[in-house]
C-alpha cells in the first residue's frame, strides 16, 4: 500500500512539472522562468517580447519594439552582441556617441579644430579682417565653389576653406572687334631686315573682344596686391618711369600675366596658372580674360574692318597716337589718339605680350584661319612697341619676341575677352 502511494505521487509530481514547463513556453512575461529549456532568450526577466527578439541578451534592447529585423550598428551601446546595425532606423532609443573632427582652414593653414558630436550643428568662427579682401564663407573644398551651410548637422569628419574676395571692382572696357580678313605682315624689303614681317599673308581671325587702353597699375594691384615699386624691386631694377593709377602697369613678364604654378584653366590654346594674373582675374570676375594672339593684336592695331591702310595704329605719324622715343617715361593710358576702332596706345607706351611662342620664321608657314603661333620656343610674342623705342620699331608689322621671364621698365599687357 505504502509503495503504490508513493508511486502516485512520484507521477503526480511530474506531471505538475510538465505543465510548468509546457505554460513557460507560452508566458510572455516570462518572470518566473529563469532559465528555461524551451525559451529562445537566455535572460528572459525583463524580455516582453522574446519570441520576436533575435537579441541573445535582451535586457540590452528594453525600449526596443521591433528588433526582429534590426541588424544593428556597431556603435551602439545597448545592442553590444549586435555586429551589423549601420542601417538600423528602428531603435528610437539608440545614442549615437561618435565624435567627429572638423578642421578650418584659412589661406593654407588650420586656423581651428573642433570637436562635434554625433548630428550637431557648427558656429562659423570669426577670422580676422584682411585688408582689401573680403570673406566670403566656408566651403568644403579647396576650389570654394561648395558652400558649407551651418544649419546643417556633422555626420563625418569635416574640412572647412575659407574664401577670400579681392574687394575690388574690375572695370575694363573693351571694344568689339569684328571677324575679318586681312594681310597680316610686310612685303620683302619694307620690314626688318631679318625678314621676320614676311612673307605678307591673308589671315582671317573670328571676331573678338579687345581692351580699350593697356592694364593700368589699379587694375594690376586691385587683383594681385603687388604694385609696380615692387614688381620693380623684384627686376633688380631701379628705374620707374611713370606712376600713378592711370598709368600703365610694366614690369610685367609673360609669366607674371600667365603664371607658372598652381591650378590652372584652358582658354584659346593657353594654359594659365592661379599665381598668374589672368587666372586670379577671371576667378574674381567670372570672366575669360585672355592675351590675344599675334594675328588678333595685329588685326586689331591695323583697325580691323575700318582700317584705313596706316603705317602706326590710327595714323602715319607715331607721335600722334603713342607715346615711343622722346617721351621719357610712360604716361597716362588714353591721352593720345586712338585708332579707326577707338582702341589707345596700340603704339607706344609699354609693349603688349601676345600668347604666341616666337619665331622669326613663323610667317613661312602660318595658316590663314586664326592663327595661334609655333607650337614650342624658347620665348614668346610681344607687339606694339614702348616709350623708349624709335619709330623704326613702331610701324604696326614689326613684331618681336622675349623669355617668358623678362620684367623690365617697358613690358606691359592688354587683354582680350573670350
Known amino acids: 500500500m505504502k509503495r503504490s502511494v508513493f508511486n502516485f505521487l512520484m507521477i503526480a509530481a511530474l506531471i505538475v512539472t510538465a505543465a510548468l514547463v509546457t505554460s513557460c513556453k507560452d508566458d510572455t512575461e516570462c518572470e518566473t522562468c529563469e532559465q528555461c529549456e524551451q525559451c529562445n532568450c537566455e535572460q528572459c526577466e525583463q524580455c516582453e517580447q522574446c519570441e ?94 561648395i558652400p558649407w551651410d551651418f544649419s546643417d548637422a556633422v555626420t563625418e569628419d569635416l574640412t572647412l576653406y575659407a574664401k577670400w574676395t579681392i574687394a575690388y571692382n574690375f572695370v575694363y572696357e573693351m571694344v568689339e572687334v569684328e571677324g575679318g580678313t586681312y594681310m597680316m605682315g610686310c612685303e620683302e624689303g619694307e620690314g626688318w631686315s631679318d625678314g621676320r614681317e614676311y612673307p605678307q599673308h591673308e589671315v582671317t581671325v573670328n571676331s573678338f573682344q579687345i581692351g580699350k587702353f593697356q592694364v ?14 615692387e614688381l620693380r624691386d623684384l627686376a633688380g631694377a631701379t628705374a620707374l618711369p611713370g606712376e600713378g593709377d592711370d598709368y600703365p602697369m610694366y614690369y610685367l613678364s609673360w609669366d607674371y600675366i600667365v603664371g607658372t604654378s598652381g591650378k590652372s584653366m584652358d582658354i584659346y590654346g593657353t594654359t594659365y596658372y592661379e599665381n598668374g594674373f589672368i587666372y586670379k582675374l577671371n576667378k574674381h570676375t567670372g570672366k575669360n580674360y585672355r592675351l590675344p594672339t599675334e594675328a588678333e593684336w595685329e588685326f586689331a592695331a591695323r583697325g ?9 595704329s590710327g595714323s602715319n605719324t607715331a607721335a600722334d ?14 591721352t593720345k589718339a586712338p585708332n579707326e576702332l577707338g582702341i589707345y596706345d596700340m603704339t607706344g607706351n609699354v609693349w603688349e605680350w601676345c600668347s604666341d611662342f616666337w619665331s622669326t620664321a613663323y610667317y613661312q608657314t602660318s595658316p590663314k584661319d586664326n592663327p595661334m603661333g ?45
Open 52 to 145: 520576436q527578439c533575435n537579441c541573445e541578451q535582451c535586457e540590452q534592447c528594453e525600449d526596443c519594439e521591433q528588433c526582429e529585423d534590426c541588424e544593428q550598428c556597431e556603435d551602439c551601446e545597448q545592442c553590444e552582441d549586435c555586429e551589423q546595425c549601420e542601417d538600423c532606423e528602428q531603435c528610437e532609443d539608440c545614442e549615437c556617441d561618435v565624435i567627429f573632427t572638423v578642421t578650418f582652414m584659412n589661406e593654407g593653414v588650420a586656423v581651428k579644430e573642433e570637436l562635434v558630436a554625433c548630428e550637431n550643428t557648427l558656429l562659423s568662427p570669426v577670422l580676422a579682417p584682411r585688408e582689401g579682401y573680403e570673406f566670403g564663407g566656408w566651403f568644403t573644398d579647396e576650389e570654394c565653389e
Open 216 to 229: 593700368t597699375q589699379a587694375q594690376w594691384y586691385g587683383i594681385m596686391r603687388t604694385d609696380v615699386k
Open 304 to 312: 580691323g574692318n575700318e582700317s584705313e591702310g596706316y603705317t602706326y
Open 321 to 334: 597716337v603713342g607715346w615711343i622715343s622722346g617721351a621719357g617715361a610712360t604716361h597716362e593710358v588714353g
Open 374 to 418: 609655333p607650337t614650342g620656343g624658347s620665348a614668346r610674342i610681344a607687339r606694339g612697341a614702348a616709350w623708349n623705342t624709335g619709330a623704326t620699331m613702331c610701324y604696326l608689322a614689326f613684331r618681336t619676341g622675349y623669355a617668358s621671364n623678362t620684367s623690365n621698365q617697358t613690358m606691359g599687357v592688354r587683354l582680350v575677352l573670350q
